[in-house]
């Protein structure tokens, strides 16, 4: 028998990303596995009770009866098509393609895999907050290439969180503000980089069932950048960059799952310190906060935010100053020592398991040249829609297209377009 457990409403609201798993490939592959304070935790980056419309097995109701052929992909109480009993086994995984859209990179595709592991032990939450491990693969038609592989796990009755992951590939882009006059900041210089990099991180729970959580991320990659431009040739004897960085990390999580929530707060702050005395070509600081929140307007309606800011010190490699994080926004088209972004979501299920989405964002970048200050703003939106893919898991998936001034993109998502694991 399945249960669907109804949470008391929270008391409080206040804000991500790039594998629900969201595998977003969207945001390339590079920025989140350096995107050095959270967003991996993409290939990127699992406390609270399941909420209304998530049906939860319940820990006394175990593995459901023994299906077989195509029994395993339809849920018996609808009759719809649902990936539940399928990915709960062992054997199971969601294959998710990537469909690349991203104006940075241009068009392409590939493949990813992603396993879910419920922890049955921890009833409820297990299926809410599943271990999951993920590859993948992709490619466009710029050149631009990545291979990518990571695991989310929970130990010790969930207080303990870990998150590895590693990537190597080409990312080529075009890079703005590079330059010291302010024209710069609409000329691109086209670069680029080969890589080859990994995360490990831990969080610990401060209490049992207490959604605050403390950690430790460790990035290193080696990257190699070089200009695609002969007017850029001089640049070409650019060093080799390496990051060698831990962060540090303060967490806050009240989601009822972590794939598509109706409720709750995701909040994470990180601040990085890369060191040459650890290996790294430069000493300089990251400090990233995300914040974001779902709240159920109706039954069938969510509202969802995300707030995201950034920022970096002197001597950040250039691909890893902050940058706007919008749907519809080409990733790296505004960048600045410090960069802030909103987005808000509406999602209706308006009927069975089908909803549709609509979400808009801002945000502005603050660059200092001199005696100057320079900003730069931009604003997107877009329409989507997802289903009810894995009632269990409480996992939507679908298609989001977006649309920035001068761009328009297509995303796969799934779980959220903010997803953090």
Same mark, same amino acid.
């Given at each position: ?22 595998i977003?490939m ?10 050095? #304070? ?7 980056q699992?406390? %609270?009770?399941?909420? +209304?419309n998530?049906e ?7 593995? *459901?009866?023994?299906?077989?052929g195509?029994? /395993?992909?339809?849920?018996p ?6 990936l ?6 062992p054997? #199971? ?8 859209t ?10 990813? #895999?992603?396993?879910? +592991?419920?922890? !049955?032990?921890?009833? *409820?939450?297990?299926?809410? /907050?599943? *271990?999951?491990? #993920?590859v ?8 631009t290439?990545?291979a990518f592989?990571?695991?989310a796990?929970?130990w010790?009755d969930? /207080? ?12 080529n ?5 590079l330059?010291?006059?302010?024209? %710069? ?15 490990a991180?831990?969080n ?23 200009p !695609? ?11 080799r ?6 962060s ?12 598509t ?8 702050? %990180? ?8 290996g790294?070509?430069? *000493?300089?600081? !990251?400090f ?16 969802g ?5 950034a ?18 926004v ?8 410090q ?15 089908w ?11 603050r ?12 604003g997107?939106?877009?329409l ?8 269990k898991?409480?996992?939507h998936?679908?298609?989001?297209v ?17 997803f953090?694991?």
């Amino acid at each position: 028998m399945r249960t669907t457990a109804v949470p008391p409403p929270i008391e409080h609201i206040t804000f991500v990303f790039r594998p629900t798993p969201k595998i977003q490939m969207m945001r390339p592959a590079l920025l989140l596995l350096l995107a050095l #304070g959270s967003s991996f935790p993409a290939l990127a980056q699992l406390i %609270s009770e399941p909420l +209304r419309n998530v049906e939860i097995v319940s820990e006394a109701a175990g593995i *459901d009866k023994k299906r077989e052929g195509k029994a /395993r992909f339809f849920d018996p109480e609808d009759g719809q098509f649902d990936l539940s009993y399928f990915l709960e086994n062992p054997r #199971g995984f969601l294959p998710i393609p990537i469909v690349v859209t991203e104006p940075a990179v241009g068009y392409g595709g590939g493949v990813a #895999g992603m396993f879910l +592991r419920p922890r !049955r032990e921890a009833g *409820d939450e297990g299926w809410a /907050r599943p *271990d999951i491990s #993920g590859v993948g693969a992709f490619a466009t038609q710029n050149g631009t290439w990545g291979a990518f592989g990571g695991d989310a796990s929970r130990w010790l009755d969930g /207080r303990l969180r870990t998150q590895f992951g590693a990537g190597t590939g080409r990312f080529n882009l075009d890079f703005f503000g590079l330059g010291a006059a302010p024209t %710069s900041l609409d000329q691109g210089v086209r670069y680029s980089l080969q890589f080859t990099g990994a995360f490990a991180q831990a969080n610990w729970q401060l209490a049992p069932k207490s959604p605050w959580a403390v950690g430790l991320r460790y990035v290193y990659a080696d990257v190699d950048p070089k200009p !695609r431009e002969s007017r850029f040739q001089p640049l070409a004897d650019q060093v080799r960059v390496k990051v060698s960085a831990p962060s540090a990390v303060v967490e806050y999580d009240t989601r009822d799952n972590v794939f598509t929530p109706t409720r709750g707060i995701y909040a994470e702050s %990180s601040f990085l310190a890369s060191r040459e005395a650890l290996g790294a070509t430069d *000493d300089f600081e !990251r400090f990233q906060q995300v914040l974001i929140a779902w709240h159920p307007l109706t039954q069938d309606v969510t509202l969802g935010a995300r707030l995201n800011y950034a920022w970096s010190s002197d001597g950040t490699p250039f691909f890893l100053r902050p940058f706007i994080q919008l749907r519809g926004v080409p990733a790296v088209r505004y960048q600045g020592d410090q960069a802030g972004s909103i987005e808000v979501e509406a999602r209706w299920q308006f009927y069975g398991r089908w909803s549709v989405v609509a979400f808009g964002g801002a945000g502005a970048t603050r660059t200092e040249r001199q005696s100057s200050t320079i900003t730069q703003s931009v604003g997107s939106g877009g329409l989507g829609f997802r289903y009810e893919l894995a009632s269990k898991f409480g996992m939507h998936a679908g298609i989001d297209v977006a649309h920035s001034p001068g761009t328009t993109a297509l995303y796969f998502v799934v779980g959220n377009a903010w997803f953090r694991p």
